[in-house]
């Protein structure tokens, strides 16, 4: 019975050593899905930004009234800031998928292998 580390793979079609350009081509394209996995999620959370900020006022709801600011931009640029993060949490497996991906290119079928099992750890 084979152990999970003697278990091959299959083959990629990528099994064969990529150009400098290619190398690129591959980078630019996962950057691309990644930027707009990003834009994507932050739109979706400047949304739900009122209700987000609603969630976070909750605990301090008895002993605060409202938020207090200390400049006339601090509203916008937290609404900002909470959407920019939470939209990057939601998009946070996109681009750890596409990372996975890009590096997964330059490794051996052993390492791809290893690698999974980390990841899946």
Same mark, same amino acid.
């Given at each position: 019975m084979p152990?999970?580390?003697?278990i +091959?793979p299959?083959?990629? #079609?990528?099994?064969?050593p990529?150009?400098l350009? +290619? &190398?690129?081509e591959?980078l630019?394209?996962?950057l =691309?899905i990644?930027?707009? #996995?990003l834009? #994507?999620?932050?739109?979706?959370s400047? /949304?739900q =930004?009122?209700r987000?900020m609603d969630?976070?006022q909750r605990?301090a709801? *008895? /002993?605060?009234?409202q938020?207090a600011y200390? &400049?006339p931009t601090e509203?916008?640029t937290?609404y900002i800031?909470?959407?920019a993060?939470?939209?990057?949490v939601l998009?946070?497996p =996109?681009?750890?998928w596409?990372?996975? *991906?890009?590096?997964?290119? *330059?490794?051996?079928?052993?390492?791809?292998?290893?690698g999974?099992?980390f990841? *899946?750890?």
């Amino acid at each position: 019975m084979p152990t999970e580390l003697e278990i +091959e793979p299959p083959p990629l #079609a990528t099994d064969r050593p990529l150009t400098l350009a +290619e &190398h690129l081509e591959e980078l630019r394209r996962r950057l =691309v899905i990644s930027f707009l #996995a990003l834009l #994507a999620t932050v739109g979706f959370s400047f /949304t739900q =930004v009122d209700r987000m900020m609603d969630y976070l006022q909750r605990p301090a709801a *008895g /002993t605060l009234p409202q938020l207090a600011y200390f &400049h006339p931009t601090e509203p916008l640029t937290a609404y900002i800031k909470l959407a920019a993060l939470a939209g990057l949490v939601l998009a946070m497996p =996109v681009i750890l998928w596409q990372l996975w *991906g890009f590096i997964r290119l *330059g490794l051996n079928r052993r390492e791809r292998v290893l690698g999974l099992a980390f990841v *899946g750890w």
